[in-house]
């Protein structure tokens, strides 16, 4: 039997609030899609703004959940920290895209890197520990620099840790309170890339190509298409993200972080289990971006054409930029600009490291774009404009 086809005006529901399931809902509506989001955030969150309607609970209220699925069509996530037995709720009544077993195994470091192991895919070496006495074990195995990282709930360097040569590791393993936690290989990087991309119902893909992230404070700071990376790189980070797909019988849109290694191998850092930020740049410089590929793939429907038509670079906006909680930057830097686009996340509260937005810069060529891309960065640093 083939997988159903949901048209406009069928009803997209959405798990989670955040600034990915805003941007989903804005494609949807665009294309006749209605939209629901089901969140434990407060009513008014960034996709709530753009929804039909908002159902606002705990992800273990199976009374509200049920009321969100009585109104859907198909389901998504916006984010992987999803608890499984809202995912099994969700999935016994409504079609769920990607399954609860994508999302399962790529919630959860340790189920990640398991599953990474088991396919065969290029990943750093790495060990589980629960104890003291197995971190040490670890440690001593993989050799110092390494990194010790919890199992669950992490993202954007939260809940991990470097072990240098003088690092006490009792002290660091009192501070990861005895939870499981993966011990993985330092890997000296040339640059860190992502690949974004698209999987349907029936095993078709899509991507975008490789993209060049740079960070600062564990946070993605620009990211910049195309990567400047050679073609046997390129050509192995996109068999990377196709194996990855294909493992997990994914359906909808992933990304799939790597590192470049200096001796010309790529190895796979982290898989995102929906639509990513450096991904974002799609919106201004792609036929077809992330957000209406996830569309097209939850709904049954054929891919689009990913491929990018401008170089383009992204730059990440966090509320450190913000001179106050409710007072924005000057975005004249930004507005005045003819190829850049500001995109807001309708955030009511800055804060420092929160996600606020994001603005993509065009050019001509991938040179024009990363210098129109850090004068603007420059103008909006707090220094500049107070």
Known sequence: MSAPVFLPPSDIGILGGGQLGRM??????????????????????????????????????????????????VVTAEFENIPDACLAHVEKQRPLRPGRRAIHTTQHREREKLFLREQGIACAEFRIVTSLEEFEAAVAALGRPCVIKTAAFGYDGKGQKKIEAGTDLAAVWADFAGAHAVVEQWVPFVCEISVVGARSVNGRMAVHGVVENMHEHHILDLSIAPARVDAAIAEQALGLWEAVAEGLDYVGTMAVEMFVTQAGGVLVNEIAPRPHNSGHLTIDACITNQFQQQMRAVCGLDLGDPSLHTPSVMINLLGDLWPAETTPPDWTPVLCHPRAKLHLYGKAEARARRKMGHINVLGETLEEALESALQIKQALAPSAQG
Do not use: H
């Open 24 to 73: 989903l809902a804005l494609e949807a509506r665009r294309s006749g899609y209605k939209v629901a989001i089901f969140t434990d955030e407060k009513p008014g969150c960034p996709a709530g703004q753009w929804a039909d309607a908002e159902f606002n609970a705990a992800y273990d209220d199976t009374d509200m959940l049920d009321r969100f699925l009585s109104r859907v069509d």
